[in-house]
């Protein structure tokens, strides 16, 4: 966050990232690869909402564009074609690691304005989590392996909530607070309406047994 005194200086519109639909115009502005190409701005369609990807051992959800980003255009604004600021860049698929094109990924503005309007108020962001990385079963390929469909854990931080309630590697998460989890976005919604300190009934599958195991949430780290 940072308090500009200057009550003169020009802002931009911050639009309702809810609105965005699939195939709007999204145009990207960053300084790619450094100052030298500051204020680049590059355009493409909206190529998709509500994408949920795991960065950094984080959950998060995003608006999908295939205007240009690169390094260095995170924390750049994704307008519409209202000129309204949508969206905030944060990162684009690896090309060697996918062989994809046009895969660029904004954090919606409506999370990070949620954000900090918490850092005003309070000072800090809480942010409660398991303490795991996980990967989801499509309903298909659950039913070809004979497991449950739901989010399989693939890593446990160590000494993190989820470690000190006995989940490990290889369980299905299936349930949270008795909400059928089946996507990470299921898990995060339950998980939104609780704050660090809360416990959360984790009912896990493993190797065909169900248990239900208490979750003390913790404040996840950066």
Do not use: C
Request: glycine share 12%.
């Amino acid at each position: 966050m940072v308090k500009i005194e200057n009550p003169d200086l020009p802002v931009a519109t911050i639009g309702d990232s809810d609105e965005v639909k699939q195939g709007e115009l999204a145009i990207a502005i960053g300084n790619p690869l450094g100052h030298e190409l500051s204020g680049t701005v590059t355009a493409g369609v909206i190529s998709a909402v509500n994408r949920t990807l795991q960065i950094d051992g984080r959950t998060m959800n995003l608006i999908q564009t295939d205007a240009a980003i690169s390094p260095g255009n995170s924390g750049g604004a994704l307008i519409n074609s209202k000129g309204e600021v949508i969206g905030m860049n944060t990162v684009k698929a690896s090309i060697s690691s996918t062989g994809a094109e046009g895969l660029g990924f904004a954090i919606p503005s409506n999370e990070f304005i949620s954000i900090a309007k918490e850092l005003i108020e309070h000072g800090k962001i809480e942010r409660p989590g398991l303490g795991i990385m996980g990967k989801t079963i499509p309903k298909d390929y659950a039913e070809e392996i004979g497991y449950p469909q739901g989010i399989v854990v693939v890593r446990v931080v160590p000494d993190g909530p989820a470690d000190k309630a006995g989940i490990i590697p290889g369980d299905v998460l299936i349930e949270a607070d008795e909400n059928e989890i089946e996507t990470f976005d299921d898990l995060s919604a339950v998980i939104k309406e609780h704050k660090v300190g809360d416990v959360l009934k984790i009912k896990v599958w493993r190797d065909g047994d169900e248990l239900t195991l208490p979750v003390k949430l913790e404040q996840l780290q950066n």
